[in-house]
């Protein structure tokens, strides 16, 4: 099933991050795809704050994985912008963090990795319309 969201302002993705942050379960794995600067990171930062996490989110992207485990569940927050091959992602320790089913994964530029992203994972991609206006978000859940 898919599900489009609208937002028209960085508190509005945020607020939709943060309540799918609550409902999230252990072993989940979310998508994070569109352009830089769509929101990806503060789509982020709200569902880190769902899960009961306080610790300030920012985007990992010259570390790959930032790991939060003061929440609910574990989160674990990896940015592929710069790994150079899906074997990296080995390296780094995705399969383990994916594997072991105790904490949610999300992935900022997922589409990078399309190979080993596992079955059932929920894409959630956010893009910009200009034209709709400077803030407009159109945030789709599948």
């Given amino acids: 099933m898919t599900e489009i969201h609208v937002s028209n ?6 607020e939709l991050g943060k309540k799918l942050g609550e409902a999230a379960k252990p072993g989940e794995v979310y998508l994070l795809d569109g352009d830089l600067g769509v929101g990806k990171t503060v789509f982020t930062k709200g569902f880190g704050k ?7 989110i920012s985007s990992p992207t010259f570390t790959i994985l930032k790991e939060y485990d003061e929440g609910r569940i574990p989160m ?4 592929v912008y710069r790994v150079g091959s899906e074997d ?10 994916i ?13 990078l990795i399309p190979g080993i992203i596992p079955d059932g994972a929920i894409r959630i991609t956010i893009e910009k319309k200009p034209e709709e206006g400077f803030d407009y978000r159109e945030i789709t859940i599948q």
């Fill in 88 to 97: 990296e992602m080995e390296e780094i320790g995705f399969f383990d963090k």
């Fill in 76 to 79: 674990y927050h990896f940015d």
């Fill in 9 to 14: 302002s960085e508190k509005e993705t945020y």
């Fill in 99 to 111: 594997d072991s089913g105790d904490g949610v994964t999300l992935i900022e530029w997922a589409c």
């Fill in 50 to 56: 769902g899960l009961g996490i306080d610790t300030p």
